[in-house]
Nanobody
Framework: QVHLVESGGGLVQAGVSLSLSCAAS????????MGWFRQAPGKEREFVAA????????VYADSVKGRFTVSRDNAKNTVYLQMNSLKPEDTAVYYC?????????????????WGQGTQVTVSS
Protein backbone atom coordinates (compact mmCIF):
# COMPACT_ATOMS: atom_id res chain seq x y z
CA GLN A 1 0.00 0.00 0.00
CA VAL A 2 1.17 3.53 -0.82
CA HIS A 3 -0.36 6.64 0.69
CA LEU A 4 -0.05 9.81 -1.40
CA VAL A 5 -0.70 13.35 -0.23
CA GLU A 6 -0.57 16.31 -2.58
CA SER A 7 0.09 19.88 -1.51
CA GLY A 8 0.87 23.26 -3.00
CA GLY A 9 -2.33 24.08 -4.82
CA GLY A 10 -3.97 27.48 -4.68
CA LEU A 11 -5.44 30.44 -6.50
CA VAL A 12 -3.03 32.29 -8.76
CA GLN A 13 -3.13 34.70 -11.67
CA ALA A 14 -2.32 33.69 -15.19
CA GLY A 15 1.33 33.78 -16.05
CA VAL A 16 2.72 32.96 -12.65
CA SER A 17 4.29 29.76 -11.39
CA LEU A 18 3.18 27.21 -8.84
CA SER A 19 4.83 24.10 -7.49
CA LEU A 20 2.97 21.02 -6.38
CA SER A 21 4.37 18.31 -4.14
CA CYS A 22 3.24 14.77 -3.53
CA ALA A 23 4.57 12.99 -0.47
CA ALA A 24 4.45 9.21 -0.39
CA SER A 25 4.51 6.81 2.50
CA UNK A 26 4.25 3.07 2.73
CA UNK A 27 6.01 0.85 0.29
CA UNK A 28 9.35 1.77 -1.25
CA UNK A 29 8.80 4.96 -3.21
CA UNK A 30 11.59 4.32 -5.69
CA UNK A 31 9.80 1.21 -6.96
CA UNK A 32 7.03 3.27 -8.51
CA UNK A 33 6.50 5.24 -11.67
CA MET A 34 4.90 8.51 -10.56
CA GLY A 35 2.33 10.40 -12.54
CA TRP A 36 0.41 13.64 -12.34
CA PHE A 37 -3.13 13.90 -13.62
CA ARG A 38 -5.74 16.64 -13.49
CA GLN A 39 -9.48 16.98 -13.70
CA ALA A 40 -11.17 20.20 -14.68
CA PRO A 41 -14.82 20.90 -13.84
CA GLY A 42 -17.10 18.96 -16.14
CA LYS A 43 -14.22 17.14 -17.81
CA GLU A 44 -12.62 13.76 -17.50
CA ARG A 45 -9.39 13.31 -15.65
CA GLU A 46 -6.40 13.62 -17.98
CA PHE A 47 -2.72 12.80 -17.96
CA VAL A 48 -0.32 15.66 -17.25
CA ALA A 49 3.15 14.25 -16.67
CA ALA A 50 5.01 11.20 -15.41
CA UNK A 51 8.50 10.29 -14.31
CA UNK A 52 10.31 6.98 -14.14
CA UNK A 53 11.59 5.34 -10.99
CA UNK A 54 15.05 6.94 -11.04
CA UNK A 55 13.94 10.31 -12.32
CA UNK A 56 15.84 9.87 -15.57
CA UNK A 57 12.93 9.86 -17.99
CA UNK A 58 9.81 12.01 -18.18
CA VAL A 59 6.71 12.25 -20.34
CA TYR A 60 4.39 15.23 -20.71
CA ALA A 61 1.02 15.96 -22.20
CA ASP A 62 1.26 18.27 -25.20
CA SER A 63 -0.80 20.88 -23.39
CA VAL A 64 1.85 21.36 -20.68
CA LYS A 65 5.05 20.54 -22.53
CA GLY A 66 7.59 23.31 -22.10
CA ARG A 67 5.70 24.84 -19.16
CA PHE A 68 5.54 22.05 -16.57
CA THR A 69 8.40 20.02 -15.13
CA VAL A 70 8.04 16.81 -13.15
CA SER A 71 10.82 15.70 -10.81
CA ARG A 72 11.29 13.42 -7.85
CA ASP A 73 13.47 13.04 -4.80
CA ASN A 74 13.55 9.40 -3.78
CA ALA A 75 15.38 10.23 -0.56
CA LYS A 76 12.40 12.38 0.46
CA ASN A 77 9.74 10.09 -1.02
CA THR A 78 8.37 13.07 -2.91
CA VAL A 79 7.44 13.90 -6.49
CA TYR A 80 7.06 17.46 -7.68
CA LEU A 81 5.28 19.30 -10.46
CA GLN A 82 6.67 22.72 -11.27
CA MET A 83 4.10 24.67 -13.26
CA ASN A 84 5.20 27.82 -15.07
CA SER A 85 3.32 30.27 -17.26
CA LEU A 86 0.02 29.08 -15.89
CA LYS A 87 -3.11 29.57 -17.95
CA PRO A 88 -6.78 29.64 -16.94
CA GLU A 89 -7.23 26.33 -18.76
CA ASP A 90 -4.80 24.76 -16.27
CA THR A 91 -7.48 25.16 -13.61
CA ALA A 92 -8.23 21.71 -12.21
CA VAL A 93 -7.82 19.36 -9.32
CA TYR A 94 -4.35 17.88 -9.63
CA TYR A 95 -3.70 14.30 -8.55
CA CYS A 96 -0.52 12.34 -8.15
CA UNK A 97 -0.52 8.62 -8.76
CA UNK A 98 1.84 5.69 -8.38
CA UNK A 99 2.17 2.64 -10.58
CA UNK A 100 4.40 -0.42 -10.57
CA UNK A 101 6.49 -1.28 -13.57
CA UNK A 102 9.56 -0.42 -15.58
CA UNK A 103 8.09 1.90 -18.19
CA UNK A 104 6.18 5.14 -17.93
CA UNK A 105 2.50 4.79 -18.77
CA UNK A 106 0.06 7.59 -19.48
CA UNK A 107 -3.16 5.65 -19.04
CA UNK A 108 -4.71 6.37 -15.67
CA UNK A 109 -6.09 2.86 -15.28
CA UNK A 110 -2.54 1.54 -15.00
CA UNK A 111 -1.82 3.54 -11.85
CA UNK A 112 -2.55 1.69 -8.64
CA UNK A 113 -2.47 4.37 -5.97
CA TRP A 114 -3.90 7.88 -5.98
CA GLY A 115 -3.81 10.93 -3.78
CA GLN A 116 -6.85 12.97 -2.84
CA GLY A 117 -5.91 15.86 -5.11
CA THR A 118 -5.12 19.53 -4.70
CA GLN A 119 -7.02 22.37 -6.33
CA VAL A 120 -5.25 24.73 -8.71
CA THR A 121 -7.21 27.75 -9.89
CA VAL A 122 -5.76 30.15 -12.42
CA SER A 123 -7.54 33.45 -12.90
CA SER A 124 -7.26 35.52 -16.05
Amino acid sequence: QVHLVESGGGLVQAGVSLSLSCAASGRTFSRFIMGWFRQAPGKEREFVAAIDRLGESTVYADSVKGRFTVSRDNAKNTVYLQMNSLKPEDTAVYYCAAGSGARIRVGQTWYEYWGQGTQVTVSS
